[in-house]
């Protein structure tokens, strides 16, 4: 698929698979498309990431929906659905052990380090405005998941790092 149509076909697939799904008080598609947005506002662009922002817009659609990874792989190729395969939390008896599970397969991969990031954001934002309290769980959280996450030695990708600076100015 070419790069625009690569990223439509994710918008409008993620769309359906979430359409029975809320957020808040929105249709899924909206903490999908502020995923989307915070991607864009780092830097990714159609042009010259249409696989990492393809994958913001798929990036739940494994852990929530009958979406597979191999379905994934035949619709948008290996790139897109490893993406979204790194940032689908594995199977654990609590939210902490399906985490520490899959916090390794994300730090493995910038891209995936990316929607995971932006998700994070969209969510800690969300929070704030709507004043669920996800936000503190979030805050709770954050020294694991920067333990987890984060590479010692810095990203080849400038945008990850301002991801992370991003997060690290919603979430205190």
């Given at each position: 698929l070419m790069s625009a149509s690569m990223i439509a076909f994710a918008e409008h697939l993620a769309t359906f698979l979430h359409r029975n799904h809320r957020y808040g008080e929105h249709p899924y598609t909206h903490h999908l498309s502020q995923v989307v947005s915070i991607l864009r506002l780092a830097g990714y662009t159609d042009d010259g990431?249409?696989?990492t922002l393809a994958a913001?817009?798929?990036?739940?659609?494994?852990?929530?929906?009958?979406?597979?990874?191999?379905?994934?792989?035949?619709?948008?190729?290996?790139?897109?659905?490893?993406?979204?395969?790194?940032?689908?939390?594995?199977?654990?008896?609590?939210?902490?052990?399906?985490?520490?599970?899959?916090?390794p397969k994300i730090q493995a991969m910038e891209q995936a380090t990316a929607v995971?990031?932006?998700?994070?954001?969209?969510?800690?934002?969300?929070?704030?405005?709507?004043?669920?309290?996800?936000?503190?769980?979030?805050?709770?959280e954050h020294p694991g998941f920067k333990a987890g996450v984060r590479k010692e030695r810095g990203y080849k990708d400038a945008r990850v790092e301002f991801l992370w600076l991003l997060l690290e100015k919603v979430i205190s």
């Open positions: 990431d249409p696989h913001g817009w798929l990036h739940d659609s494994i852990e929530d929906t009958i979406y597979t990874y191999p379905q994934a792989q035949l619709d948008l190729g290996h790139e897109v659905a490893n993406i979204v395969w790194a940032v689908t939390d594995e199977p654990g008896k609590n939210r902490k052990e399906r985490h520490e599970k899959t916090y995971k990031l932006a998700d994070r954001i969209a969510n800690v934002l969300e929070s704030l405005r709507t004043g669920n309290g996800m936000a503190k769980m979030y805050q709770k």
